[in-house]
């Protein structure tokens, strides 16, 4: 069974004590916070630690930015409510590194209508559809059947074949230079078909997952779409909600 879990990033911690300093009055209202590279030398952190924390203060309205001037404190109290923090990247990459895609077979396949709206694609379009099956150490079954559909733009992928251990999404970003900005997940209960089934050796119309993942461009275009079915029994799949902070309350 695998089990993902969200953990607390660092820069929400970096961020959390910020909040906790504003509060206690260390930096006040109207004062400066620390420049970047300030911020960096003080909780031993990169650059895009720190930027990403900044942002999370700025959606607060707790502090603004302006360039030339620096970052002043507004307020102490926060001005949004409730946020749901979602998996990130990193997330997956690890979720490969833990585990193994075999891929099974793969080929071109022209887009028909039914096909186009699970796509986001236009009828007419030839993707690269590949099957495999993800595989655990020491697990006598794979946990799951993978089908994944790439762009026509990337269809000429090489290394989509054999054992992965680093996500698909990787290769179309290291061999195209198409950088995945946003993943867009669907969880759905299913009950096994015979085939998936036999693929799986599974019990035909035993419950399952059905986690299908929409992997977006910068201009919000669809690179690569996976939809992975697991047996119920062999998956787990866990988010934490975590409370956006409101000091004061």
Not at 26 to 37: A, H, I, K, M, N
Not at 39 to 54: D, K, N
Not at 103 to 123: C, M, N
């Amino acid at each position: 069974m695998v089990l993902l879990v969200s953990q607390q990033p660092r820069y929400l911690q970096l961020a959390q004590t910020l909040i906790n300093e504003i509060q206690s009055g260390r930096y006040p209202v109207g004062s400066q916070l620390p420049t970047e590279f300030e911020l960096c030398e003080q909780f031993g952190a990169s650059r895009f630690t720190v930027r990403e924390a900044m942002k999370q203060l700025v959606q607060m309205g707790l502090v603004a930015r302006q360039p030339g001037v620096g970052t002043t404190v507004m307020s102490t109290h926060a001005t949004t409510g409730y946020r749901q923090v979602m998996q990130r990247l990193s997330d997956l990459h690890q979720y490969t590194a833990d585990t193994e895609l075999e891929i099974l077979r793969s080929s071109t396949v022209e887009v028909d209508k039914s096909l186009a709206g699970f796509l986001r694609a236009t009828p007419g379009e030839t993707w690269l559809r590949a099957e495999g099956v993800r595989w655990v150490d020491r697990e006598e079954a794979p946990i799951c059947l993978t089908e994944i559909y790439i762009h026509p733009a990337f269809r000429s992928v090489h290394s989509l074949t054999g054992r992965l251990h680093i996500p698909v999404y990787a290769l179309l970003e290291q061999q195209f230079g198409e950088q995945v900005a946003e993943v867009q997940q669907e969880i759905r209960a299913v009950s096994l078909d015979a085939p998936t089934a036999k693929a799986l050796d599974a019990e035909p119309k035993s419950p399952a997952l059905w986690v299908c993942r929409h992997y977006l461009n910068r201009r919000g275009e669809v690179v690569e779409v996976a939809a992975s079915t697991h047996p119920a029994e062999r998956f787990s799949y866990v988010e934490t909600f975590k409370r956006d902070w409101a000091p004061g309350t």
